[in-house]
């Protein structure tokens, strides 16, 4: 396969040390572990699901290194091969030799409550708060902490442009967002995650409702970049006099669904909400549909 990227070469190097092989949920938590100790050397994110934290990114390189040889294929944990071994031969980790040493011995809730009380933002999606902490009021209290929302808002606004797949979660997440709206009108995208099958499937991990509503998105002639913002504005402009009125009933309910106490998040690719059709449709949502407080654009 080509070069390692060094968040793979960890990834092996972690389970090399580890003695060559770990089950799913421990090795989940050691990686998620060290990457949160070694905050600055551009390592794996993570996002709080029912089980703690998972990195989908981290699984979709464990696919590329299984086809490249250098993890076994097996459903039972991680495993690395001897190619993975000669790939990182050589090379010292003395990070991760330390990491190992005083975290290596732990496993199965011991892990957890270790890795939870530390970072207790991702535990709390858990199912198992209750048995990890259930006699540890400061530990409860923590996760409680972390679970307040940051951002007031009923209405926000995201770009995923730039982002990583648990880079974007994690603001919807501390957002409290509950629904997202994909107004794109093609949901393809060639960064990963943010095709409409990926990006359902991580929103209903984490508990988010995605819904794609490509009757909101920009019609294939306007699709192309505008070349100046107020080129821009023009089609922003011709957007909301002769496209959206198309859709009062569709907005109608996505007011209703605001009403009713949802926080909606609009998604598509561009991340500057200046140049992006989303401004339209919040703008409509705000002007003619009384949702409230203004749109927060994250």
Not at 141 to 168: M, T
């Amino acid at each position: 396969m080509t070069s390692l990227l060094n968040r793979q070469h960890v990834l092996l190097a972690l389970l090399d040390t580890l003695g060559g092989r770990s089950g799913n949920r421990n090795f989940q938590e050691l990686l998620f572990l060290f990457s949160q100790e070694n905050p600055t050397a551009g390592l794996y994110e993570f996002v709080p699901c029912r089980y703690g934290a998972f990195s989908f990114t981290s699984y979709a390189d464990r696919r590329e290194l299984v086809v490249g040889g250098l993890l076994h294929d097996t459903e039972a944990g991680w495993e690395i091969t001897d190619s993975g071994s000669a790939a990182i031969r050589g090379h010292r980790h003395s990070a991760i030799d330390g990491f190992v040493h005083e975290f290596g011995h732990l496993h199965g809730d011991a892990l957890a409550r270790e890795a939870y009380f530390r970072y207790p933002y991702f535990a709390t999606r858990s199912r198992m708060i209750i048995e990890l902490f259930g006699t540890d009021p400061e530990a409860q209290r923590r996760v409680e902490e972390a679970r307040d929302v940051k951002v007031q808002a009923s209405l926000l606004s995201i770009g995923y442009q730039g982002r990583s797949l648990e880079g974007y979660l994690n603001e919807l997440l501390r957002a409290g967002v509950s629904q997202l709206l994909d107004v794109r009108r093609n949901p393809s995208s060639r960064q990963y995650g943010f095709s409409k099958p990926a990006l359902d499937v991580a929103c209903q991990s984490v508990g988010i409702i995605y819904r794609h509503i490509p009757e909101l998105g920009v019609s294939p002639e306007n699709r192309k970049a505008p070349k100046s913002q107020a080129e821009f504005d023009a089609i922003c402009e011709s957007f909301v006099k002769e496209g959206l009125p198309q859709h009062h009933r569709l907005l109608s309910e996505i007011s209703a669904w605001i009403r009713a106490g949802d926080r909606i998040a609009l998604t598509c690719y561009e991340r500057d909400p200046g140049r992006s059709h989303r401004r339209c449709v919040s703008g409509v949502l705000e002007k003619d549909f009384a949702i409230g407080a203004a749109t927060v654009h994250l």
